[in-house]
């Protein structure tokens, strides 16, 4: 049973969540503040977190970031409507997904749902186990990446994307596609897309303002491009 920890001051809003996710058979914690969130997750670890941005004292930003120094494990978040900015903000601190208030709680819970398959999918056997490309190797059955030998600290989206770019070099996709293909949704916002290319290549690229490796095609999208 996975676990799942819901960090929101709303108790509505907490309760309906534990309901639905319940439902779907996961173990689920409640949180109303930020630091016993951090708390928590410091001393159970569990498999995501549902996180509200909207906290008092530390803010679900502040969480955001200091789960990150750490750890990977997934995280969604929930958003007020139109707060574009701390979305954004979000998903640059690592978040893995957003759902925004008012939200369906059923939509929330495929979310959750989508983000830990993904999270605790297992390899296909088809295809290469490892790909390289000069100093960057992923390691397909580990679910590692690394650069010039360390390893690179990736969200499951990130790793997901990387591996997605890896294996289809040369290859223009547009944000629509990658959004299709990488994260499993047939609608959302783009934005998620270039927010994740934008920490990708920070990660990946030695000159990250001039990415020689995952660049843009303008007026469509991006392409991976092997090193040399």
């Known amino acids: 049973m996975t676990r799942v920890l819901?960090?929101?001051d709303d108790l509505t809003v907490r309760d309906v969540v534990r309901r639905y996710l319940e439902l779907d058979g996961h173990q689920v914690a409640l949180a109303?503040?930020?630091?016993d969130a951090l708390r928590w997750i410091g001393e159970n670890h569990p498999d995501l977190v549902v996180l509200d941005l909207m906290l008092p004292g530390i803010d679900g930003l502040e969480v955001c970031r200091r789960l990150r120094q750490h750890s990977t494990i997934p995280v969604v978040m929930l958003t007020a409507l139109g707060e574009e900015e701390n979305r954004i903000a979000g998903l640059q601190l690592g978040a893995d997904d957003y759902v925004s208030k008012p939200f369906s709680p059923r939509e929330l819970a495929l979310r959750v749902s989508s983000v830990l398959r993904r999270a605790s999918a297992k390899p296909p056997m088809a295809g290469p186990r490892r790909l390289v490309d000069g100093d960057l190797a992923v390691d397909v059955a580990a679910h590692r990446a690394s650069l010039r030998g360390a390893e690179l600290a990736l969200t499951t989206r990130?790793?997901?994307l990387l591996l997605f770019f890896m294996s289809h070099p040369g290859e223009a996709f547009t944000r629509e596609q990658l959004l299709?293909?990488?994260w499993g949704w047939d609608f959302g916002d783009q934005s998620t897309v270039?927010?994740?290319v934008r920490r990708l290549?920070?990660?990946i690229e030695k000159t990250p303002a001039k990415p020689s490796r995952i660049v843009t095609v303008?007026?469509?999208?991006y392409r991976y491009e092997r090193a040399g």
């Not at 303008?218 to 999208?221: D, M, P, S, T, V």
């Open 6 to 8: 819901v960090v929101d």
């Open 32 to 35: 109303d503040n930020g630091e």
């Open 158 to 160: 990130e790793f997901d």
């Open 180 to 182: 299709e293909k990488v």
């Open 194 to 196: 270039t927010v994740h």
């Open 201 to 203: 290549r920070e990660k």
């Open 218 to 221: 303008w007026g469509l999208g």
